[in-house]
């Protein structure tokens, strides 16, 4: 019922170009008829418009409302630090920490540990039996058994017993040599039990970070990685492509041999590309038949060379069935600006008109003159369209 709502209003402010409200939250699209594409005989293309006035739902907190994006999706900013709810700092710490303790190199890792165990026994010889420091030697465990491994663990619950040993003897344990063997072997049970929780709770930490970070279906990047990956290799490149691909006749595929096939046709796709692209480029899956690409060039000249032979090679790959890809490109100074969604937004519509030209390559040079975005490139000598 609440969808239907939605799409009834949304209906209502297309054909009147304005804002309805829905819920407490101001709604605002309109639709725009594009051209013909290759196939069908046309299609509409939903543009985002400009923001709202702030509204206020009914909690109170006072934000600015924003029409939905090409997915359908809506957020609210709040306008001001004071709107924001109050954060809790030690889950943001506990957070911190944790990132921290993973972007670790294993020589760091390993460096880090060795000093804690030097300065932890230093301490425990220091004040020999008056303070109890097995807690803390237990802290430091979780650092090797999180970065580096239960093996690495392992020899590090060893070194701190050893040192332990070295600074209080057997002293700690008067009450002769089965209470010792006893209260060794519990100690050394709390210990892999410490081992084993953190080692496990890593690896699975690891598996759902890249689940969260990679399409299932081609086991490529997602967006959200594909945003980190490519900020990460522009900010060491002068000059970058961004593209945008879309596949031509993939639709066709699902209809008539079924979606089983489609998928199969994906995956064919996903490992062609990532066979003609280098291993520091970034290619992603961002939904559908859509693709982003991002290639670091050494040059504006470089760039549009790398993408037109790119989109021929997309274009000429052996598939189990027929499958052409039109491409907008956009090509960045790396040392003006970087990747954001801006960019992808300009590249989406530079597609869009490679499509409409029948499965081509438009391209673009950031910030050349000449034409307004919204409609496409202007014929000028800075923009490329190659069959």
Known sequence: MFTARIAGVLTDSAAQNQPRRVGGLAL????VRLPGKRQGDGATKLRQCSPLPPVRPAGGMVTQALPYDRYGTQMNRPLSLQAMPPPR?????LDALIAWTTALSRARARALTAAAVVIVGLADYATGNTLWFGPIYLLILCMPAWTLGWRDAALTSAACVAVSLAANGLEAYPLGHTAIAWNMAMRLLAVAIIIVLMAGTRRSYDREWHRARSDSLTGLANEQAFYDNAGAVARHRAWGILAYVDLDGFKQINDRHGHAAGDEALQAFAHGVRDLIRPNDVFARIGGDEFLLFLPVDSEAEGYRRATTLHLEMNCMQTPFPLGCSIGALVL???????????????DRLMYQAKNDGGTIWIRTLGDPGGDWLDGPADDERSSQAA
């Open 28 to 31: 605002a699209r309109w639709a």
């Open 89 to 93: 700092r030690w889950h943001d710490r």
């Open 333 to 347: 100074n790396l040392s003006e600006t970087g990747v954001d969604k801006a960019h992808v937004g300009v590249a």
